[in-house]
Each structure stands twice: as structure tokens, then as C-alpha cells.
């Protein structure tokens, strides 16, 4: 059966789910946690999406995410690429880490926003890993009570749903997820419902399959035709072996626009050239540093994505 496209609502909220490839861990230490933590702002500052609640266990993660004008398979792809290559470097491995594509149900916030954030702060108490969720340090459940800060979560609508006050708001936001406390599994938000990637009322579905679907991604043929000009190389040569510094480097922003655009897996552009996964990886870690830099060079690959997504 084929997949549905994706569906992209500027403005929508959305509960993705990132699991480790076959219920492998995703997260090793306290330090993986925290780079994750660092990528998920960087991505917020990038994309512009704002991040409701989270919950990072062992072998996945859940966000509530609500994304502005960018694709969320944009954002989550470069998060997950991103934090996949801190873990395969940090563990000396090679390879996929998540599983398969990412799952995201778009929900109508107007009837699931709270419930949505409780059901992802209890995670832990569900799990039988801790009895309050507030003993559970990774979540977004002790920033909404005032015991951390972390500026990239966005407390501010869902705490206002309880009252103006933020001291009242934390209090009832508290004894909002204690009534829920003995709650189980739930489906809905994971999918399982009629159209799985919509969570609302036959209105709220309606109004979202009539909004536009997120554009296709390019292919990969889209990329190699707009880069191998500019390297005045052609896809033979770039298969060919050879470490000659610029057919390198052009196959480092094949794999970076094959990553950013959603046209192809690193995996499958090391495939293609016949490259080893961690040498092409080295590549486009080098083309996202300078991008990171260089601010010439962001500009480049921004002027690159633009003219292969409208090609």
C-alpha cells in the first residue's frame, strides 16, 4: 500500500514520535540528552516550529511540535541527521539509528492540546519509571511546574488555557495531570484512528485534507543535475574512485542537499556513488560546518535548495 503524503498545515500542531531503529536505545547517556536538547533549539531557531511538550525515553521520543511555514520533514529530518551522527562518532558505529520514517499525527489543538501534553509528560509513569512525573528529568513536565528552565519549550499556551495568573496556571496545569494519572495507552494519538495522520472532529478533518499537501521532495536527480555543473563533473566521475579534494567535496553537498531537501537518505547517495556511509557522512559534516561558519556558504546551499525545490 502506498504511504500518504505527508501534510503540511502552517500553523498546525502536530505529535511526532522518533523510535529507534528495530526498539533500539536512542539515548546512552545524560550527555546524548543534552545534545539532543541543544539540536532540538538549533532547530527552533532555524525552522521557526515551537516545541509544546517532550518526553525523551530510552529507545524514543515524543514532541509536540507546531510548525510554521516549514515542512516539519524538514526540521526532523535535519534533527535526526544530525543527532544520528553524534551518536554513530560518539560510539564508533555506522548506520541507520531511528526507525524508518518518523510518525506525526496532526492534531486539532482545540480539543487534544492538554490532553496531548499530559499524555506525553505521564510517558515515564506509564512506563512504571517513576510514580510522579515530576521525579522524571526529561521531560517538559517540571519547566511547566517551574522547576527548570528550559527556553526552547513554549509554556505559555498551554498554561494560559488554566488561567491568566502563572502561579494559578502551574497549580491547575499540576492537578490537570494528576487526574489523568491512571490513564493507559491511547491509540488516537498515535495513529491508530481512521486517517492516521489527523487527530479531530469530521470538520477539523475536512478543513485539513482540503489545505494543500507538503510539496514533494526533489529526487536525486534534481540535485546532481544543479551540482555537477557547478563542479564540472557528471555523475560517472563522481562514482568513479577517486579522492580527488572537489569531487569530494561536490559529493559532501550532494549528500547535504540529498539530507536537507528529503530526496535521498545518506545511505542511499553512498549507494549511488559507491562510497563507504562514514566517509560520505565526514563529507557532509564539513559542508554543514562551513554553512554553520561561513555565512557565504549558507547562503550557497540556501540559494541551492531554493532552485532545486522549484525546479
Known amino acids: 500500500m502506498a504511504r500518504k503524503p505527508r501534510l503540511h498545515v502552517p500553523g498546525g500542531v502536530y505529535h511526532v514520535m522518533l523510535r529507534g531503529n528495530a526498539g533500539q536505545d536512542i539515548f546512552f547517556s545524560e550527555g546524548d540528552r543534552a545534545v539532543f536538547y541543544l539540536l532540538v533549539q538549533e532547530g527552533i531557531e532555524r525552522f521557526g516550529h515551537r516545541v509544546h511538550g517532550f518526553c525523551l525515553m530510552t529507545h524514543h521520543v515524543h514532541l509536540l511540535l507546531q510548525v510554521a511555514d516549514v515542512p516539519l520533514s524538514r526540521s526532523l529530518q535535519n534533527l535526526a541527521f544530525r543527532y544520528t551522527r553524534w ?35 505521564l510517558n515515564p ?28 519549550l513554549h509554556t505559555e499556551w498551554v498554561l494560559g488555557q488554566f488561567a491568566k495568573r502563572l502561579a494559578t496556571s502551574r497549580k491547575r496545569y499540576a492537578a490537570f495531570v494528576a ?51 557547478r563542479y564540472e563533473t557528471n555523475v560517472d566521475a563522481l562514482g ?16 547535504w542537499l540529498a539530507m536537507h531537501t528529503g530526496a535521498a537518505t545518506l545511505t542511499e547517495v553512498a549507494r549511488r556513488f559507491h562510497r563507504d556511509l562514514a566517509t560520505l557522512s565526514q563529507a557532509v559534516r564539513r559542508i554543514d560546518l562551513a554553512s554553520q561558519q561561513d555565512p557565504a556558504a549558507a547562503r550557497k546551499l540556501k540559494r541551492a535548495i531554493n532552485e532545486i525545490t522549484k525546479a
Not at 487534544?112 to 509528560?121: D, G, M, S
Not at 568513479?240 to 549528500?255: D, F, M, N, Y
Open 240 to 255: 568513479k574512485p577517486s579522492r580527488t579534494h572537489h569531487l569530494a567535496e561536490a559529493r559532501g553537498v550532494i549528500g
Open 87 to 121: 551518536i554513530n562518532r560518539e560510539r564508533g558505529q555506522v548506520g541507520h539509528l531511528f526507525q524508518g520514517r518518523y510518525k506525526a499525527v496532526l492534531v486539532d489543538a482545540d480539543a487534544y492540546l492538554l490532553e496531548l501534553v499530559r499524555y506525553i509528560h
Open 179 to 229: 487526574a489523568g494519572m491512571a490513564e493507559g495507552h491511547r491509540p488516537e494519538f498515535h495513529g491508530g484512528d481512521d486517517d492516521g495522520r489527523v487527530l479531530g472532529e469530521e470538520s477539523f478533518l475536512a478543513q485539513v485534507l482540503e489545505a494543500p499537501l507538503a510539496p514533494p521532495p526533489p529526487d536525486l536527480a534534481a540535485i546532481l543535475d544543479y551540482v555537477c555543473p
Open 125 to 152: 509513569v506509564r512506563a512504571g519509571l517513576v510514580a510522579d512525573p515530576a521525579e522524571y528529568p526529561w521531560s517538559g513536565h517540571r519547566a511547566y511546574l517551574g522547576m527548570e528552565t528550559l527556553p526552547w
